[in-house]
Protein backbone atom coordinates (compact mmCIF):
# COMPACT_ATOMS: atom_id res chain seq x y z
CA UNK A 1 0.00 0.00 0.00
CA UNK A 2 1.48 3.33 -0.82
CA UNK A 3 0.94 5.61 1.52
CA UNK A 4 3.04 8.82 -0.23
CA UNK A 5 1.64 9.22 -4.13
CA UNK A 6 3.67 11.42 -6.00
CA UNK A 7 3.71 13.23 -9.41
CA UNK A 8 5.14 13.56 -12.41
CA UNK A 9 7.01 10.66 -13.02
CA UNK A 10 9.07 12.81 -14.99
CA UNK A 11 9.43 16.56 -15.51
CA UNK A 12 11.20 19.04 -18.52
CA UNK A 13 11.57 22.18 -17.54
CA UNK A 14 13.10 24.80 -19.57
CA UNK A 15 16.39 26.81 -17.98
CA UNK A 16 14.86 29.98 -15.52
CA UNK A 17 11.52 28.34 -15.40
CA UNK A 18 10.06 26.88 -12.29
CA UNK A 19 9.68 23.19 -11.56
CA UNK A 20 6.65 21.81 -9.33
CA UNK A 21 6.78 18.66 -7.92
CA UNK A 22 3.43 17.24 -6.26
CA UNK A 23 2.66 14.65 -3.07
CA UNK A 24 -0.22 13.43 -1.39
CA UNK A 25 0.04 11.25 1.95
CA UNK A 26 -2.75 9.31 3.94
CA UNK A 27 -1.16 8.74 7.41
CA UNK A 28 -2.38 11.73 9.12
CA UNK A 29 0.23 10.41 12.17
CA UNK A 30 2.70 11.51 9.52
CA UNK A 31 4.35 14.70 10.83
CA UNK A 32 8.01 15.14 8.54
CA UNK A 33 8.22 15.92 5.23
CA UNK A 34 11.54 15.87 3.64
CA UNK A 35 12.12 15.99 -0.21
CA UNK A 36 15.63 14.41 -1.71
CA UNK A 37 17.52 14.85 -4.24
CA UNK A 38 19.66 12.08 -6.02
CA UNK A 39 22.02 12.70 -9.27
CA UNK A 40 23.07 9.77 -11.11
CA UNK A 41 25.57 7.68 -9.49
CA UNK A 42 24.75 8.89 -6.17
CA UNK A 43 22.42 8.22 -2.69
CA UNK A 44 20.17 11.13 -2.40
CA UNK A 45 20.68 13.82 -0.21
CA UNK A 46 18.70 15.76 1.68
CA UNK A 47 17.41 18.91 -0.07
CA UNK A 48 14.27 20.06 2.31
CA UNK A 49 11.89 19.65 4.33
CA UNK A 50 9.28 20.72 6.47
CA UNK A 51 6.94 19.99 9.68
CA UNK A 52 3.02 20.42 9.42
CA UNK A 53 2.94 23.41 11.89
CA UNK A 54 3.92 25.69 8.49
CA UNK A 55 2.50 26.48 5.64
CA UNK A 56 5.53 26.69 3.76
CA UNK A 57 9.40 26.93 3.94
CA UNK A 58 11.77 28.20 1.59
CA UNK A 59 15.65 27.55 0.99
CA UNK A 60 16.99 29.71 -1.73
CA UNK A 61 15.40 28.47 -4.87
CA UNK A 62 13.71 25.86 -3.26
CA UNK A 63 10.40 25.91 -1.39
CA UNK A 64 7.89 23.68 -0.02
CA UNK A 65 4.00 24.26 0.28
CA UNK A 66 2.28 22.37 2.70
CA UNK A 67 -1.72 21.60 2.94
CA UNK A 68 -2.60 19.85 5.88
CA UNK A 69 -6.47 19.82 5.40
CA UNK A 70 -5.47 18.37 1.72
CA UNK A 71 -2.89 16.22 3.12
CA UNK A 72 -0.54 17.47 0.12
CA UNK A 73 2.76 19.05 -0.18
CA UNK A 74 4.81 20.09 -3.36
CA UNK A 75 8.37 21.27 -4.51
CA UNK A 76 8.59 24.24 -6.16
CA UNK A 77 12.35 25.01 -7.67
CA UNK A 78 12.21 28.46 -8.74
CA UNK A 79 14.62 29.84 -11.75
CA UNK A 80 15.41 26.08 -12.64
CA UNK A 81 19.43 25.36 -13.83
CA UNK A 82 20.60 22.60 -15.63
CA UNK A 83 22.32 21.45 -12.30
CA UNK A 84 18.59 20.81 -10.72
CA UNK A 85 18.21 18.21 -13.15
CA UNK A 86 18.05 15.32 -11.16
CA UNK A 87 15.26 12.59 -9.24
CA UNK A 88 13.42 13.76 -6.47
CA UNK A 89 11.62 11.73 -3.88
CA UNK A 90 8.97 13.16 -1.01
CA UNK A 91 9.29 11.38 1.99
CA UNK A 92 7.05 10.99 4.82
CA UNK A 93 7.51 9.76 8.63
CA UNK A 94 5.80 10.05 12.10
CA UNK A 95 7.59 10.33 15.32
CA UNK A 96 9.44 13.86 13.43
CA UNK A 97 12.07 11.61 11.58
CA UNK A 98 13.13 9.47 13.90
CA UNK A 99 11.58 6.05 12.07
CA UNK A 100 11.50 4.81 8.82
CA UNK A 101 10.70 7.07 6.16
CA UNK A 102 8.10 6.07 3.45
CA UNK A 103 8.98 7.35 -0.18
CA UNK A 104 6.84 8.67 -2.94
CA UNK A 105 8.14 6.76 -6.55
CA UNK A 106 10.30 9.52 -7.40
CA UNK A 107 10.15 12.55 -10.28
CA UNK A 108 13.20 12.72 -12.83
CA UNK A 109 13.67 16.38 -13.41
CA UNK A 110 15.46 17.71 -16.36
CA UNK A 111 16.03 21.14 -17.26
CA UNK A 112 16.74 22.33 -20.88
CA UNK A 113 18.59 25.38 -21.36
CA UNK B 1 31.19 15.18 6.58
CA UNK B 2 28.97 12.41 7.38
CA UNK B 3 30.07 9.00 5.47
CA UNK B 4 28.19 6.11 4.23
CA UNK B 5 29.95 3.53 2.22
CA UNK B 6 29.20 0.37 0.66
CA UNK B 7 31.29 -2.22 -0.06
CA UNK B 8 30.31 -2.53 -4.07
CA UNK B 9 29.30 -0.07 -6.52
CA UNK B 10 28.63 -2.96 -9.01
CA UNK B 11 27.58 -6.86 -8.19
CA UNK B 12 26.87 -9.77 -10.65
CA UNK B 13 25.78 -13.22 -9.05
CA UNK B 14 24.28 -16.42 -10.36
CA UNK B 15 20.76 -17.37 -9.05
CA UNK B 16 21.11 -19.67 -5.85
CA UNK B 17 23.97 -17.97 -4.85
CA UNK B 18 24.11 -16.16 -1.03
CA UNK B 19 24.85 -12.38 -1.34
CA UNK B 20 26.15 -10.35 1.01
CA UNK B 21 26.40 -6.76 0.58
CA UNK B 22 28.26 -4.79 3.47
CA UNK B 23 27.21 -1.01 4.44
CA UNK B 24 29.41 1.05 6.95
CA UNK B 25 28.62 4.49 9.01
CA UNK B 26 31.33 6.27 10.37
CA UNK B 27 29.08 9.24 12.25
CA UNK B 28 28.27 6.70 15.39
CA UNK B 29 24.60 6.75 13.82
CA UNK B 30 22.15 4.54 15.57
CA UNK B 31 19.58 4.27 13.36
CA UNK B 32 20.59 2.44 9.60
CA UNK B 33 18.39 1.17 6.98
CA UNK B 34 18.67 -1.08 3.88
CA UNK B 35 16.39 -0.32 0.82
CA UNK B 36 15.75 -0.96 -2.78
CA UNK B 37 15.05 1.85 -5.52
CA UNK B 38 13.67 0.08 -8.73
CA UNK B 39 12.28 2.91 -11.30
CA UNK B 40 8.76 3.19 -10.52
CA UNK B 41 8.73 2.14 -7.44
CA UNK B 42 10.72 4.69 -5.70
CA UNK B 43 12.62 3.51 -2.44
CA UNK B 44 11.47 0.63 -1.10
CA UNK B 45 12.74 -0.12 3.04
CA UNK B 46 13.56 -3.10 3.08
CA UNK B 47 14.67 -4.04 7.06
CA UNK B 48 16.11 -1.35 9.89
CA UNK B 49 18.03 -1.34 12.71
CA UNK B 50 17.69 1.16 15.76
CA UNK B 51 21.05 -0.28 17.49
CA UNK B 52 23.24 -3.04 17.76
CA UNK B 53 21.85 -6.68 17.00
CA UNK B 54 18.33 -4.92 16.89
CA UNK B 55 16.59 -5.53 13.30
CA UNK B 56 13.47 -4.57 12.43
CA UNK B 57 11.18 -5.68 8.85
CA UNK B 58 10.78 -2.76 7.03
CA UNK B 59 7.75 -2.93 4.04
CA UNK B 60 9.23 -5.66 1.84
CA UNK B 61 11.69 -8.11 3.64
CA UNK B 62 11.04 -11.28 1.82
CA UNK B 63 14.04 -13.27 0.46
CA UNK B 64 16.41 -10.96 3.05
CA UNK B 65 18.01 -11.05 6.23
CA UNK B 66 20.35 -8.68 7.69
CA UNK B 67 22.99 -8.39 10.44
CA UNK B 68 24.43 -5.81 12.84
CA UNK B 69 27.05 -6.76 15.36
CA UNK B 70 29.02 -3.73 15.55
CA UNK B 71 27.10 0.05 15.39
CA UNK B 72 29.24 1.00 12.19
CA UNK B 73 28.65 -1.76 10.29
CA UNK B 74 24.93 -2.97 8.23
CA UNK B 75 24.93 -6.39 6.40
CA UNK B 76 22.20 -6.89 3.94
CA UNK B 77 22.05 -10.70 2.59
CA UNK B 78 20.41 -12.72 0.29
CA UNK B 79 20.16 -16.09 1.22
CA UNK B 80 19.46 -17.40 -1.93
CA UNK B 81 19.54 -14.94 -4.97
CA UNK B 82 16.81 -14.42 -7.59
CA UNK B 83 16.12 -12.29 -10.95
CA UNK B 84 13.78 -10.62 -8.99
CA UNK B 85 16.27 -9.21 -6.97
CA UNK B 86 17.92 -7.35 -9.42
CA UNK B 87 17.72 -3.96 -8.04
CA UNK B 88 20.09 -0.60 -6.70
CA UNK B 89 20.48 -1.63 -3.04
CA UNK B 90 21.00 1.92 -0.83
CA UNK B 91 22.30 1.76 2.56
CA UNK B 92 21.38 4.96 4.71
CA UNK B 93 21.91 5.77 8.52
CA UNK B 94 20.43 8.48 10.89
CA UNK B 95 21.08 9.70 14.20
CA UNK B 96 18.20 9.37 16.82
CA UNK B 97 18.38 12.97 17.64
CA UNK B 98 18.71 13.92 14.09
CA UNK B 99 15.77 13.42 11.20
CA UNK B 100 18.24 13.26 8.15
CA UNK B 101 19.26 9.75 6.79
CA UNK B 102 22.56 9.85 5.46
CA UNK B 103 23.17 7.48 1.91
CA UNK B 104 25.74 5.44 0.52
CA UNK B 105 25.94 5.41 -3.09
CA UNK B 106 24.22 2.56 -3.91
CA UNK B 107 25.25 -1.23 -5.08
CA UNK B 108 23.90 -2.41 -8.36
CA UNK B 109 22.78 -5.97 -8.61
CA UNK B 110 22.46 -8.29 -11.24
CA UNK B 111 21.35 -11.60 -10.31
CA UNK B 112 21.20 -13.81 -13.87
Known amino acids: QQQVKQSPQSLIVQKGGISIINCAYE??????FPWYQQFPGKGPALLIA?????SEKKEGRFTISFNKSAKQFSLHIMDSQPGDSATYFCAADANFGNEKLTFGTGTRLTIIP | DVKVTQSSRYLVKRTGEKVFLECVQD?????MFWYRQDPGLGLRLIYFSYDVKMKEKGDIPEGYSVSREKKERFSLILESASTNQTSMYLC???????????FGPGTRLTVT
Open chain 1, 50 to 54: IRPDV
Open chain 1, 27 to 32: NTAFDY
Open chain 2, 92 to 102: ASSSTSGWEQY
Open chain 2, 27 to 31: MDHEN
